[in-house]
């Protein structure tokens, strides 16, 4: 039989006997050193010894205490922070750190960049194709490895790894499975973050299941180049500011912004300073996918506390796309898009925040006017949602 | 979410369970004795130093294949290596099998250009099913199996023989 020759040939496929003495020999003398605990036991007991003994002496300084408010921006322009800190009054900065020198590169994107921006989508692909996904829910598992990932300006492809737990070998790994050409690993690149992307969405789900953040939650969305979530309430009621400092007590897992939600059939006070991208909405190829995805998030990820000015507002004009409505939770809606538009497939789900959202139900088809910015999330998640309105027939 | 990952193993035992499995893909990847031998090493010792967590045996085994491909690919595509002899020519590219009839079919597959060599070799002699080398290879299961197919294809025409028939 072959497969008896094939195995016999296997067997015989083994390393010289040097190589496996010197193999034992360099492992006997590479011991893995263990984990010097008991230094870093000793200080963590101490400090945690100092803080119990210093917080009831804080508070009986400073008296009866009001609970801790997370830090707010106003989108008209006024940058307000009642958060009790002053180093809290300026929205959080990003906790991704940059360690590409090309992960910012500037420029205008040309027909090569486009060529290399599908290419970054490609990396993309295969990172997304390696989690699994759970079969009842449709929804990626992310490892607690992994931070988001985002496609470059340059067409290049950055994915962010939790700081605790990066590794080389885990970037070797990586760098494996999205680049199985050597000359793609130049499209690679990593940043540390401080959060997995699994942690950012279950504080979303936390955010949509706390009764005084959901009642006045205009939209809530992770934004996975900054390692954080964005929310926008519609006024900074106290309940809620106090329920959010106590889901993010760093304060840096929200960035808060408080202002009414853009809509189609009212003029606001939408900063341009503030929003950058263009309501006008790019076009889409009509044949796109996750190849054709913008490559680079829109700038109102990184300036949400640089609202100065109220300008004359637009009316955003948005893109339209069909779907059916999937799942609501709270004032979030998944639903499947039903019609190829908007940078979108048929059958593609897509998540977004949207205050009417419980007047819908599953099945109920919908149109959705939106920015036009796709985040590359899985289930997508759609940018500036401006109206949902139950389609006809 | 995820489940626990576990290590697992001794040392020991996982490389005499895997070490014809490192030592075959990296003869396989790079055509060199003497090359595989340096990746078995690097292999487990990047096992060792790094102590990658699994969640099970299969995924172990999928670690282990990922990154002998990604240190073969090292050491073949190194400045150092493109500028000095080619694999073909080099004095220990010959595998001593004990039949001799052993050593040709492997000379065949060696001579395969490495789109289908590995394949054929998962496929044969580890007897990886097409999911798997997929997997490891990071290509579709269709591309495996087409590639699978043009490797027989080409060693038939070798061999002049069926040693590589269909599944």
Known sequence: MNRDRFRSMQEQLVPSPGAQAALKEALASNHRRPLRWKPYAAVAACAALVLVAAIPLVRSLRGPQAPALHSYTMTDGQVIAEAQESAHVQAPAGTAQEESATTEASGQTGTGEELSVQAGAALYDRLMASFPTDPDTGERDFPAWYGGSFLREDGGYTVILVEERDTPALREEIAGIVCPEEDEESLLSFQTGRYALSFLHEQLERLQESEPISSVLAAAIVLEMENRIEVTLTEPSEDA???????????????????????TEEELPVSTDSFTVSHEAEPFPEENGIQDLPSKLPDIQQKSGATSNTTPAVPPTGVTVQARVLKVTGNTMLVEVTVDGAGLHAEDQATFSWPEAASFSPDDPVSISFSGDIMETWPCQLGNVYSVARADG | MNEPLRTGGDPEDIIRLYASTVYGLALARTGSAADADDVFQEVFLVYHQSAPRFRDEEHRKAWLLRTTLNLSRRITTSTWRRKTVPLEERPDTAVP???????????????????????????????????????????????????????????????????????
């Open chain 1, 241 to 263: 500011l106090a329920e959010l400092a106590r889901l993010d007590p760093n304060d840096d897992v929200f960035t808060v912004l408080v202002g009414q939600r853009p809509s």
């Open chain 2, 97 to 167: 099998f004990r039949d001799p009839e052993e050593n040709r079919i492997w000379a065949a597959v060696a001579a395969l250009p490495e789109e289908y060599r590995l394949p054929i070799y998962l496929f044969y002699f580890q007897e990886l099913s097409t999911q798997e080398i997929a997997k490891a290879l990071r290509l579709r299961p269709g591309t495996v199996r087409m590639r699978l197919s043009r490797g027989r294809d080409r060693l038939r025409e070798s061999l002049k023989g069926e040693y590589f028939d269909e599944p």
